[in-house]
Structures are given as structure tokens and as C-alpha cells.
């Protein structure tokens, strides 16, 4: 299984851009980055998923360099209700495990 | 649309207890993932269905721990001679379909707070 590494905690004020990095040194030909995002009391929410270079939505923007050792979460102009855990995953088939496997997260703190 | 729901919302139980944790997944979805998580921690991986089939149980702690899918829509999470240490969130989680070369969305459920005394 891809071992993931993301950041314990993160603080931001409204209105920054935010941009959390994962490493994920062992990631396979097949895997996938995916981010997800908890809040208190609320299960998982999937935020968005990439395999390399750039990938953007609604939400959030993710960054996978070539080698795809590492990628990167922008949040731009976050606000209070970001405030939430973010995890980084790899996930893929075949091969690889489609389990995805959750590390502690990263959890922001976004500040008036 | 309804998304995944779970009941109870919160169960309080004594050690040594049977309890039984029921989750409905959004209508269609064919995969259904149980986690459990607790406090600080992301949530860890008990086991898979696709259809009523358990695809992969590798994360079930110990034989304590069963769920079943029968018609292949709600699952049912059964633990027996429950302990303290099983005190945790426990989270359902559905997806369209079997993971296929990719991640597929996972749409996760409010959980239920299990706590043995």
C-alpha cells in the first residue's frame, strides 16, 4: 500500500490561499491521488482526485508534479467553514489496493 | 437525494454486549465500505461489499466482528462480546460501483458512535 505523509496541522486566515502537500514516495503506476475532507461529527466528503499534473474544480485545485511523488491541495481563498480535516490517499487497481487508507489528515484551522 | 444514513446515530452499550449497526447506502450503489474510526485518528478500513458479496474483509479486527449484505442494499455490522477498545465512530460508506482502476467517489454516512462501558 501507498504510505501517504501530509502535514498533522495546518492555520490560515480567511481569504489566503492554502495549499496542503502529501508525499507519497512509493505511489504505483496505477494509483491514484485522491483528497478528501471531514468535518466534526460528519463522515468523509470527497473533494477531488487526479493522476498527474493538474486537475481543478468548484472546490479545489491538485498539483502532481511529474514524478508524482508528492501533490499538492490548494484551497484558494479559504473561509471559517474550511476549517475541516483533509486527507490525502492513494488509491488503485489493478494491482495496487482499492482500499482506500486514511492517514490522520491534515486539519486546518482557518481564523477570522 | 438521500444520501447514506445510519442507525443508530449514537449506541451506548455494556461490555460483553451484541450490537448491530445498520447501514442504508444510496440507492443504486453497489459497493458498500465499513470503517471505523477513532478519536484523532482517519477512519481505518473494516470491510467491503460489491453487491452482497464481501469483497475483501481483511480489516475486520477479529472474528467479534461480522456484517453481512444480504440483498445486497442495506448492510448490518455485528459485533459480538463487544469491549471498551471497540468504542469508535463507525462509518458506511457507498459507491457507485467496484473500484475499477480507479478510485470511485466514496459518499460516507454520519456513523454511529459506539460506546461500551
Known amino acids: 500500500l501507498a504510505k501517504t505523509t501530509q502535514p498533522i496541522s495546518m492555520d490560515s486566515y480567511e481569504g489566503q490561499e492554502v495549499n496542503i502537500t502529501c508525499s507519497h514516495n512509493?505511489?504505483?503506476?496505477?494509483?491514484?491521488i485522491t483528497w478528501y475532507q471531514q468535518f466534526p461529527s460528519q463522515g468523509p466528503r470527497f473533494i477531488i482526485q487526479?493522476?498527474?499534473t493538474k486537475v481543478t474544480n468548484e472546490v479545489a485545485s491538485l498539483f502532481i508534479p511529474a514524478d508524482r511523488k508528492s501533490s499538492t491541495l490548494s484551497l484558494p481563498r479559504v473561509s471559517l467553514s474550511d476549517t475541516a480535516v483533509y486527507y490525502c490517499?492513494?488509491?488503485?487497481?489493478?494491482?495496487?489496493?482499492?482500499?482506500?487508507?486514511f492517514g490522520r489528515g491534515t486539519s486546518l484551522i482557518v481564523h477570522p | 437525494g438521500a444520501g447514506v444514513s445510519q442507525t443508530p446515530s449514537n449506541k451506548v452499550t455494556e461490555k460483553g454486549k451484541y450490537v448491530e449497526l445498520r447501514c442504508d447506502p444510496i440507492?443504486?450503489?453497489?459497493?458498500l465500505y465499513w470503517y471505523r474510526q477513532s478519536l484523532g485518528q482517519g477512519p481505518e478500513f473494516l470491510i467491503y461489499?460489491?453487491?452482497?458479496?464481501?469483497?475483501?474483509d481483511s480489516g475486520l479486527p477479529n472474528d467479534r466482528f461480522f456484517a453481512v449484505r444480504p440483498e445486497g442494499s442495506v448492510s448490518t455490522l455485528k459485533i459480538q462480546r463487544t469491549e471498551r477498545g471497540d468504542s469508535a465512530v463507525y462509518l458506511c460508506?457507498?459507491?457507485?460501483?467496484?473500484?475499477?482502476?480507479?478510485?470511485?467517489?466514496?459518499?460516507f454516512g454520519p456513523g454511529t458512535r459506539l460506546t461500551v462501558l
Open positions: 490517499l492513494v488509491v488503485g487497481t489493478p494491482g495496487g489496493s482499492y482500499i482506500p487508507t
Open positions: 440507492s443504486g450503489h453497489t459497493a
Open positions: 512509493n505511489i504505483a503506476t496505477n494509483d491514484y
Open positions: 460508506a457507498s459507491s457507485l460501483t467496484a473500484p475499477q482502476g480507479r478510485h470511485n467517489e466514496q459518499f
Open positions: 487526479g493522476y498527474k
Open positions: 461489499f460489491q453487491g452482497t458479496g464481501a469483497a475483501d
